[in-house]
């Protein structure tokens, strides 16, 4: 059986990005931002796979880990790109919440030191829910916390992809030994 070391560096980080993800799914639904929190939703529901997998040594769920964590690295590389306007992306679009509504990221009016001031409309022609927020004074630019928090993913993400490599390529020579045995 693998190493019970090899196993609980990799449960420790599917737990790490398992909370993570928790935190950013907090933020993505206070934001209103519905494909960030559908990608959440599915990384959550795999990194428990993955956890389960790694608990119970089920090399299966831990392979279906793996390659999701490759899937995951490209939709954090997209978010940066995204929030950096990379290639032709708008941070100002309404792509993040499925073109359904104007919410923006949490942190553009939250972030640290940012002081958000709401103005009543000042055309005629508006609807009266509508105010015009105004921020200033943020330490941080949002998108930049944001570009942060998808760099950590990112992180959390290769080192449990190597450790998880680690653990099938271990579990596959111990199945390989008890076939010629």
Partial sequence: MVGRTGLHEVGHTIAIMLLSA?????????GFQWA??????????VVIL???GTIQYRPRYIMVYTVWTALWVTW??????FYLEVGGLSKDTDLMTFNISVHRSWWREHGPGCVRRVLPPSAHGMMDDYTYVSVTGC???FQYLE???SAIQILLSLVGFVYACYVISISMEEEDTCRNK
């Avoid at 928790?22 to 206070?30: G, M």
């Avoid at 954090?76 to 790109?81: A, K």
């Fill in 50 to 52: 993955g956890l389960f």
């Fill in 76 to 81: 954090n590389v997209f978010i940066i790109c």
């Fill in 147 to 149: 570009v942060i928090h």
């Fill in 139 to 141: 330490i941080v630019d």
């Fill in 22 to 30: 928790l935190e950013r799914q907090i933020f993505d639904f206070l």
């Fill in 36 to 45: 960030p929190i559908l990608g959440n939703f599915l990384h959550i529901i």
